[in-house]
């Protein structure tokens, strides 16, 4: 076999971190290195390839041709190594179930069912992720992500429905007996991360365009379920958010809730994490509704 003619690999992350940055300055900041070392790098790759992979121009730093050109395959390289490194890491241990999760789905209904879960598998440690980002499970070792949404996935995506996401108003207790005859009446909570909930469902239920005179908002759905819980109007949300606390008695459901919005939809990718399969990832929760958490094998590495 003929011996390979690779460029100086440990010039690639330098390249890549230049080529984005358009700054030799600043690559050498994002790598923890020094000016002078990015630049003998980017001189050593570049006397290796034979052509010029950076131009000056005055204080600007900017890519040749050959250097856009050559990008993308060097990214590729980089890519193809650290997944190779993470799966290779990944399977020599048996680590924790990772599960990466929307963060008030965390607090209101994930949290609240690892006492009976930690009980029933007292061997599987579970290492809780709050994102609303897409997952990349190589690179952060997540084996399971919960999201809301709706087919079709991303290729290599293994999806599950893990429960049907019903949505209506609640409110406090204390709030006045006529909420259920006419709940245009008092005032609606809204929360920046489902600015359309009241829109969406006053359409669904066929009523007519509601007064926004009277309405606050707030910037985390937690916020959003305490201040109705405190009585400070009526808001929107899915049941199994407030489920425990229609139970409790903290908030009532003037009216019924419905089946509008995506499913959440539990994914998995087995091996980036503890490598568990399906079998040994047994359901959260016992109530109807719900399913296992399922992991298969690792096919890709993004979804949102």
């Known amino acids: 076999m003929p011996k390979r003619r690779l460029p ?5 992350p330098a390249f890549e971190e230049a080529a984005r940055l358009l700054s030799f300055s600043a690559a050498a900041r994002e790598l923890n290195l020094t000016h002078g070392a990015i630049s003998r790098q980017m001189k050593s790759l ?3 390839l034979g052509v010029r ?3 000056r121009l005055g204080r600007r730093l900017e890519l040749t041709e050959a250097g856009t050109a050559f990008l993308p ?27 990466a999760c929307l963060p008030t789905f965390m607090m209101r209904w994930l949290i609240p069912r690892l006492y009976d879960f930690n009980a029933r598998h007292p061997s599987v440690e579970v290492r809780l ?36 996401e019903e949505i209506g108003p609640v409110c406090s207790p204390a709030l006045p ?3 259920k005859i006419d709940l245009r009446s008092h005032p609606r909570l809204h929360t920046e991360t489902r600015p359309d909930a009241w829109a969406d469902w006053w359409a669904r239920s066929g009523a007519v365009a509601i007064d926004a005179s009277r309405e606050q908002r707030f910037e985390h759905f937690y916020f959003l379920l305490e201040a109705a819980a405190a009585g400070l109007g009526v808001a929107v949300a899915p049941r199994p958010l407030v489920r425990d606390d229609l139970k409790q008695g903290r908030l009532v459901a003037p009216v019924r809730f419905r089946e509008e919005w995506p499913a959440i939809l539990s994914s998995a990718s087995g091996g980036t994490g503890a490598g568990r399969q ?6 959260l929760d016992r109530e109807g509704g719900t399913r296992s958490f399922v992991a298969g094998r690792p096919r890709q590495k993004q979804f949102g």
Request: proline fraction near 8%.
């Open 8 to 12: 100086p690999l440990k010039a690639l």
């Open 46 to 48: 570049e006397t290796h």
């Open 53 to 55: 992979l950076f131009r």
């Open 73 to 99: 395959a060097a990214r590729s390289a980089l890519d193809g190594l650290e997944a190779s490194a993470a799966r290779l890491s990944a399977a020599s241990r048996q680590g924790p179930l990772v599960i």
């Open 129 to 164: 992720s709050a994102s609303s980002e897409p997952v990349d499970f190589a690179r952060q070792g997540v084996d399971v992500a919960i999201r809301i949404g709706a087919p079709p996935w991303p290729d290599g995506i293994e999806a599950h429905a893990f429960m049907n």
């Open 177 to 179: 007996k006529n909420v």
């Open 278 to 283: 399906g079998a040994d990832i047994p359901s």
